[in-house]
């Protein structure tokens, strides 16, 4: 199959902005940027993101040398903090443990911050030209249903692992990563695959079958639980608002945010939660409506109390004022850009 598909790619490859043109090797740095931001997101929602981490850090020396803060500000919006910041600490060990260079075989590459199986294997694929075999959900697509796997995912996660890996050729290995997860994105998409315009439909058990659509199977997934919360939204008469910065562990870890309560599915109620407020305003003013987030392994609702306190309030411990138009130079996650335009409207509609 390794020749149909390579030849197929040759023709139909996507342009990607991280891409090597044909005969040009990639550059490591581009290939492990752009796989970082792709975890869990898509090809259109990085591009910009890309282009703007490049041209503000143009090498891995360049990254490592940045403030975490900044690193984490353009970041901001991507989702995945942890990713933010294992990125950057993988920047400074490639320069302090490699000299600035990304290594090229897969073990040294899962031995760095951040980088697991998949991306270890596919920088030393599509970066080195080494025989590894990334499996990204596209590629657990397309072999489920070239051989007709049906066990269900996330279980069958080791017997698609092992068949891509047998498919893999020995000449042009990073092409042929690339061209299965082309191949994935384009063709053997997850509803609709485009089999009669597929190299690889010869020899496909799940399409001679008539199944294809049906494949991968996967494990019903539990419905999200839902969290609750209090955000505090406390102005100061000069027009600051109350910032503080979370603990680097955990979610949105380093990320600056609105003060809030535990988010907890049973958020208590009011009074309650408004123990947790980083100061005593003496007077709530709770918001019309919720900041609806979802992350991962939950949704989160956050209720917004807002109050204002006088001129020269000090910032209690961990938390700093911040002049309401200059709040877009913080690192806010994207929640916690909700609570603003939340707490602004508010404010408006007051
Ligand atoms: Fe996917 Fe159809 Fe190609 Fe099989 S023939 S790999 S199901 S597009």
């Known amino acids: 199959m390794a020749p149909r598909l390579l ?26 940027l752009s796989e970082i931001m792709l975890q869990q997101t898509t090809v259109a929602a990085v591009d910009a993101y890309y282009r703007r981490f490049l ?9 490592a040398a940045a403030p975490l803060d900044d690193v984490l500000h353009a970041w901001a919006g991507l989702g995945y903090y942890a990713r933010a910041r294992n990125l950057h600490k993988c920047a400074q060990a490639v320069v302090e443990r490699h000299d600035g260079r990304f290594p090229d075989s897969e073990a040294a590459l899962l031995a760095l911050p951040g980088i697991g199986t998949y991306t270890a294997a596919a920088i030393a694929a599509i970066a080195f030209d080494r025989k590894a075999t990334p499996v990204d959900g596209n590629v657990e697509r397309v072999v489920a249903r070239l051989f007709a796997i049906d066990t269900p995912l996330p279980a069958a ?37 485009l089999c009669m315009v597929c190299p690889l439909a010869e020899g496909c058990a799940a399409r001679a079958a008539g199944i294809a659509a049906a494949l991968p199977r996967r494990t019903a997934k539990a419905a999200r639980p839902r969290r609750l919360g209090v955000a505090f939204w406390i102005v100061r008469a ?39 407020a ?24 956050l209720t917004v109390l807002a109050a204002e306190v006088p001129a020269g309030t000090p910032a209690p411990g961990g938390t700093f004022w911040v002049p309401i138009d200059r709040l877009v130079e913080h690192a806010l996650p994207s929640v916690m850009k909700k609570v603003v335009r939340h707490a602004l409207a508010g404010r408006d509609g007051a």
């Open 278 to 301: 980083p100061l005593d305003p003496g007077g709530w003013r709770s918001l019309p409506g919720l900041v609806r987030h979802v992350f991962t392994h939950f949704e989160l609702e």
């Open 157 to 193: 996660k080791q017997e698609l692992r092992i068949a891509a890996a047998r498919l893999t050729p020995e000449g042009r290995p990073g092409d042929f990563a690339q061209a299965s997860m082309d191949l994935g994105a384009t063709v053997c998409t997850p509803r609709s695959p």
């Open 7 to 32: 030849a197929w790619y040759d023709r139909h490859r996507r342009t990607l902005p991280w891409r090597a043109l044909p005969g040009q090797r990639a550059d490591p740095y581009h290939v492990w």
């Open 55 to 63: 041209a503000r850090w143009p090498t891995v020396g360049d990254l």
């Open 238 to 276: 000069d027009g600051a608002v109350l910032l503080r910065r979370r603990v680097e562990k955990g979610l949105l870890g380093g990320m600056t945010e609105v003060p809030s309560s535990p988010w907890q599915e049973d958020g208590g109620a009011l009074p309650e939660a408004a123990a947790h």
